[in-house]
């Protein structure tokens, strides 16, 4: 009786580190989406509380790494359960991130809230961040079905986000540049819009993380991670 | 005699982890420095031999990913070497990324090497990168030496970083709104500041990973990994 009692043991092991994993989930893409939130409504309580959040999955990382490698210890794993709970412990570091940037962005909501803030740009940021969220969502979906085309096609539309970004990070220069009152809001919201990007491309890590546990292969061809916003140039109109 | 010769593979898998990883961190220290090196002296064949380079750790990345699950599932190792080995995979994808940031900070080079670069602030760079660079090569010895006191001393040394660069932060905004054709090229220095203070948090993520190897106890005083200039507020003299 004792090997059945064993695996099952094993099996609420694995299910226990899945279930972490999609809580830390849920909590990293409700932080994006409020932090977006506060910013759009200069709402510096709900920035806060944001800020608060990122407590919870500082948490979730520590407790997914210990657990992750308490069970291969334990466990012995086969190949395909160790690449699971190897990349269990990759995409909580992911997400954990992923909190971190939702942080900085409600931190700079505070220090900007009270400026005049370009309602365009402020809803390209949105704009951006619901791409992002959506590109997390799905690769979270994913990695619960092992679906390594869905992976794939995450990883690929990747790069709508990083065009965003770069046309974004142009509208804003310009905007600094017409008035220097702007520099200040729009190098935060500079810095907003670039960590929304850093989140599409944790969704791609997670892709390719995903990819890799279903398949017991390394996504081949490399995809440029890197936005085009570092070679913007952008002279002063005079 | 097959267990000694058993054991001997295991160990020479053990130290190939080991030296693929240092040969990893000195890349990305060469191509951190090198990229500093280009943006001082407006060397943009230099930036690209950089950007080049980037290849090579995405490639150390992979190979240590799965030699690392390829060792754990042939050797089940005990619960020191488990933690050593999942340490490799964590560290392997810090300095991948730090090598990502060098990479960045090159394409910025070539973006901005015609135009006019406040020489004070460059050198401020400088200064930061030689701080993160001087973190991650002790931290690098620390995880050889496996020191969890070095470690520890290295995390708290990250604050200085922050400081440094929330100081930079400031002093390239003023900049900015003094004379709005510096905000093309002070922006990318504003860029190329915060990617040098990822680069210290990454020392700061490798240390933790080198304490909790070297003890199996994870850091548990929550060190604020962020810096300060979300929080800067700057207007225009004016």
New interface residues.
């Given amino acids: 009786m004792s090997e059945p009692h064993t695996v099952t043991a094993y099996d609420d092991e694995l299910r226990w580190l899945s279930r972490r994993l999609s809580e830390m989930g849920g909590i990293a893409e409700g932080m994006v989406a409020d932090a977006l939130t506060a910013l759009i409504n200069a709402d510096t309580a709900l920035a806060q509380r944001v800020i608060s959040e990122d407590?919870l999955l500082?948490q979730g990382e520590?407790e997914i790494?210990?657990k992750?490698?308490l069970v291969?210890?334990k466990r012995?794993p086969?190949?395909s359960d160790?690449?699971e709970i190897?990349g269990s412990?990759?995409i909580a570091?992911d997400l954990e991130r992923v909190g971190?940037l939702g942080?900085?962005i409600a931190?700079?909501v505070?220090?900007?809230h009270t400026m005049a803030q370009p309602k365009k740009l402020v809803r390209g940021l949105e704009h951006l961040s619901e791409l992002a969220l959506t590109q997390l969502k799905e690769v979270l979906d994913a990695f619960s079905s092992h679906s390594a085309e869905q992976a794939n096609s995450i990883r690929e539309r990747d790069e709508e986000i990083d065009a965003i970004y770069t046309s974004l990070f142009r509208e804003l220069?310009t905007y600094?540049?017409e008035d220097?009152?702007n520099?200040?809001a729009c190098?935060?919201l500079?810095?907003c819009a670039?960590n929304i990007e850093r989140i599409g491309d944790h969704a791609t890590n997670i892709a390719e993380t995903v990819f890799?546990v279903a398949t017991g292969q390394?996504m081949t061809v490399?995809r440029p991670?890197?936005d085009e916003s570092?070679?913007?140039?952008?002279?002063?109109a005079?």
Same sequence: chains 1, 2.
């Fill in positions: 407590l500082d520590r790494y210990e992750a490698v291969i210890a012995q086969m190949a160790l690449r190897i412990i990759r570091s971190d942080k900085n931190k700079r505070i220090s900007i220069l600094m540049m220097p009152r520099i200040s190098t935060h500079l810095f670039k890799y390394q490399e991670k890197d570092a070679s913007v140039v952008a002279d002063p005079e």
